[in-house]
């Protein structure tokens, strides 16, 4: 089992930055796919990024590329989501999850439209003002 808590959440403007941490308890987390999802006001949950257990590997969403870096400290059982040139339309509930399946599995569900997550956290709203 592993339970998932979100921080770091909060408003900031246009182009401003901010970074979500994410705290895992449980003995599998070194050795599970971490992601981050969100869900715009409204609309539906959609994958932001993941990366796999060493952290020598991650995937994004079109919308955050280039914008958004995702990383891990295994040692802390932590993930982590820099956030950087926010735009409105970034705001959302942020969400951490995890999957103890394989990276290649993991990317391909992804790649599917299917999330492959087993462990989510509540979430952390994040609101950019323009």
């Known amino acids: 089992q592993v339970q998932l808590v979100e921080y770091g959440g909060g408003s900031v403007h246009a182009g401003g930055s901010l970074r979500l941490s994410c705290t895992a308890s449980?003995?599998?987390?070194?050795?599970?796919?971490m992601a981050w999802f969100r869900q715009p006001p409204g609309n539906e949950r959609v994958f932001v990024a993941a990366?796999?257990?060493?952290?020598?590997?991650?995937y994004y969403g079109d919308s955050v590329k280039f914008r958004f870096t995702i990383s891990r400290d295994s040692a802390k059982n932590m993930a982590f989501l820099q956030m950087d040139s926010l735009k409105p339309e970034d705001t959302a509930v942020y969400y951490c999850?995890?999957?103890?399946?394989?990276?290649?599995?993991?990317?391909?569900?992804?790649?599917?439209?299917?999330?492959?997550?087993?462990?989510w956290g509540k979430g952390t709203l994040v609101t950019v003002s323009s």
């Open positions: 999850a995890a999957t103890t399946e394989g990276w290649i599995a993991a990317i391909t569900e992804l790649q599917r439209g299917d999330d492959g997550m087993e462990y």
């Open positions: 449980g003995r599998l987390f070194a050795r599970t796919t």
């Open positions: 990366i796999n257990y060493s952290g020598g590997s991650t």
